[in-house]
């Protein structure tokens, strides 16, 4: 990936004429005529931004041991040592600075996958105004991580590519960056977890109110499938 990629996949998932409305009254030649149309499109969109209704942002594709995408980044010289303990293939990035992005990315989804699979256990499990509570709760976390993918973009755009030798700084500069969004985060996180407890069966009020409390506290941003090789 380019950098110019990276941009443009972010501008994508920021965009608001991605997600529409159900239309169970129409058939599926409609459906597709009426996506072409920009009017029909104003018509009928939800208005909310592509990346609320991504399952989780920011995690990078992996080289999986086997996988055919695997097989294009080792053709491309990009592949190092297979990981069989987490069925991949250790890889880098054609550009370093999407790398160390990538790295920090990951760090950002393994310190909020507890609390956010939480909530999507809880929405499963829900419905009526409670699911639509515990909804709006995952899209402040959905929220967060695209303002952070900004950040890291911002970061990335200050250093240039044919300039190795300064990955210190630039990662410094990301988990800077990281951990204002963090400390941002908790403050609304807090506040939604209270209106979202309101609307919860006890049981299930419980359970949120505990993890969030677990990610409340945390501080560290140690990855969950960091674990080394068995031998």
Not at 48 to 68: D, K
Not at 103 to 108: I, V
Request: glycine share 8%.
């Amino acid at each position: 990936m380019t950098l110019d990629e990276l941009k443009a996949t972010h501008a994508f998932q920021g965009r608001t004429d991605l997600l529409l409305r159900p239309q169970p009254e129409l058939d599926a030649r409609d459906i597709v005529r009426g996506v072409r149309d920009e009017d029909w499109v104003a018509e009928h969109t939800t208005g909310r931004p592509l990346h609320t209704g991504i399952s989780y942002m920011l995690v990078s594709m992996e080289c999986l041991i086997g996988a055919a995408y695997t097989r294009q980044a080792t053709a491309a010289g990009l592949t190092g040592q297979p990981e069989p303990l987490v069925g991949r293939v250790a890889c880098r990035y054609r550009d370093w600075r999407i790398g160390f992005a990538s790295s920090w990315a990951q760090r950002w989804v393994d310190r909020h996958f507890a609390l956010d699979y939480t909530l999507k256990s809880l929405e499963k499990v829900l419905d009526g105004a409670a699911r639509h509570a515990v909804r709006q709760a995952r899209v402040v976390l959905k929220d967060a991580a695209y303002q952070v993918l900004g950040d890291m973009i911002a970061a990335i755009e200050a250093y240039d590519l044919e300039r190795p030798g300064q990955e210190e700084a630039l990662s410094a500069w990301i988990e800077a960056a990281l951990e204002e969004r963090a400390g941002m985060l908790r403050g609304q996180m807090a506040t939604t977890v209270t209106e979202v407890g309101r609307h919860l069966p006890g049981d299930h009020a419980a359970t949120l109110a505990r993890e969030h409390g677990r990610w409340a506290s945390a501080r560290g941003r140690e990855l969950i499938n960091a674990g080394e090789s068995c031998a």
